[in-house]
């Protein structure tokens, strides 16, 4: 089970040191009370959240008023339909809030292609709602940077990067998995297949939205799908520089062994069928 107040201890400990189906679906869009900057955002940071009050805070705050002024950032909350109090938290924080109405239950696909579609940014950072940068002053500066061409990385339509568990939660089994799987994604892109986890997937808009973005009828490898896709017209880049971290939470229920098969599962299922074997994917909370 999740340890919830390990996870907000964490959050807390780097917001004061970084300042701070293809069925039709119906949603609504929230526009916040007030606006950082009336100019264009420059980069979209899309969260999509499902049932997260319990984290969904201490997210929110690393992204300071001052953080989204310095780097000209919009934040939007993409949500799945959630009876907890999810959006009234998210209210106090996100500039546009997503609701999802349909009678279905949405994938995280389809709320990450929401969110995009409510956004203005030139760059979109999409990033889970239990996932947060480790230093967020030097994650949005090297997006910035990226986005004027200021990196190594300059062609690339769409970047991945490191992913962890925070310091205070990481288990001597969790840094074990997570090097070898951060190294198993940096090899597929090096080799010119698209890879990326969507606990954090930066893309730029154009390239995201020529593609036609996630495919909303994947429930379990749309992040795979999708890079997948944008690496046939473009690149993908492995930002070694920046890095987040995710909440181990999944990796507990389940175990790394269940959760590494479903991943392959899907994964080919993907390449060979064009949708998931998986049918949803579980929240876990």
Known sequence: MINVGQVNKSLEKLKNKNGSNGKASTSIILEKKYS?????????VIIPVLREEKLIESTLKLY??????????????????????????????ADNIVKHEGNHKQTIAEGRNKGAEASKGEVLVFINGDTFPQNPEHFFRFIHNWCNENTTYKDASALACPVYVAPG???????????IHNFYIWLLI????GMGRGECQIIKRDEFFRVGGYNPNIAAGEDFDLFRRISKIGKIGFAKEILVY???????????LRI????????????????SVSKEWEAVR
């Open 260 to 275: 590494l098969l479903s991943w392959t599962i899907n994964s080919l299922s993907v390449i060979i069928r064009g949708k």
């Open 246 to 256: 995710e909440s181990p939470r999944r990796f507990r229920r389940y175990g790394y």
């Open 169 to 179: 939660e990481i288990l001597f089994k969790d840094k074990i998995f997570y090097k």
């Open 36 to 44: 950082i900057e009336k100019k264009t955002p420059l980069i979209s």
């Open 64 to 93: 300071s008023i001052e953080l989204r002024k310095k780097y000209n950032i919009e934040i939007i909350i993409s949500d799945g339909g959630s009876k907890d109090r999810t959006l009234e938290i998210a209210e106090k924080y």
């Open 190 to 193: 090096s080799i010119g297949m």
